[in-house]
């Protein structure tokens, strides 16, 4: 029943020791668990009030418990639960860093001089601080020797190997990520997974107005380097996103597809250039060249600027 530390003390610490491992093992992304689930403030409230419950108990035991005992036994109780916890290692410890004297000791290392009353000790130079004086020698030597003479390597070295690292770490984290995708960071996806998966969300929601090879109907030829929107991923992909020009039928496709499936979409979609659709709608829009792959222009009948494009206007 001997319990050294006041309740005062062990109430929180628990309480405390439970709310983290809640908090570590609770998955609630950026916010604290406790936060994100207030039912969680519940459990804690359940959990305080059961460390005060027990330590009640425990009282009333103890005090049951010291009734019962004799006089003496009381008093040895008592002289035992009071005894301080004493530090005796920790108080050695510190005796063996420092080598001190003991005031009373003093006269062993008093020096002969004196100067109007002045007096000065011999004291040993404390062994905390001497231990570390040989631990930078150490460091001095060992540093000298890799870096001076085994030219081990350099700052620049250092910061390309950081940088490479770190850029593994970004494409994994883009591996996992991938609906974290928006216009300004989206790229040209090319694994078959991603593409197979932009042709499964085409045809289920694109086709009835652009035609499962692209070549359109309602909405314009894909196949082509005509757009009306802007060709590459990050235009086609904006399109997509936040649809066409009001009234034309195209809809903001943001609210019923993820990120990472508009990626997908337009990565597959864009499979299209080139190709040859069985009834290909007339060029519409302006030519749009990627940055990248600047071909010489084709002699391609001129198009109508977009704001001419009769379109059919969607009933919906
Ligand atoms: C209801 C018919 C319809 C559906 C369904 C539709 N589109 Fe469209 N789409 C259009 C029309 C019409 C336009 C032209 C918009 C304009 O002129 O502003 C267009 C334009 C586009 C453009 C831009 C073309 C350019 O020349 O700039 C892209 C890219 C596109 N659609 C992709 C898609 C994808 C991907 C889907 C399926 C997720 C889809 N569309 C579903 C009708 C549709």
Redesign the pocket.
Known sequence: MISRTPWWIRIPVLFFIIFGLMEYFIDSGAKPAFIEYPITQVFMLMVLLILVAIELILKSIENVMFRTLSPEAQERYLAAKNKKVEWTWGKELYARLTKTKAIEKEGEIILDHNYDGIRELDNVLPPWWVYMFYATIIFGVVYLVRFHIANDYDQQLEYEQEVAAAQIAIEEYKKTAKNLVDVNTVELLTDASDLNAGKA??TT??V???MADGGGG???N?TDK?????GGIKN?FN??SEG??DG???VA?KNS?RPVEMAQ??SY?LQFQGTTPANPKDP??DLYEDEESIEPEEVEPATQKATE?D?VV?N?
């Open positions: 969300i085409f929601n694109c009835v107005c652009h309602i909405g314009p894909l005509y757009w009306i929107l802007g086609v399109t997509i066409g020009r034309k039928g195209m496709w597809l979409v337009a979609l519409e829009g494009t379109e969607m919906n």
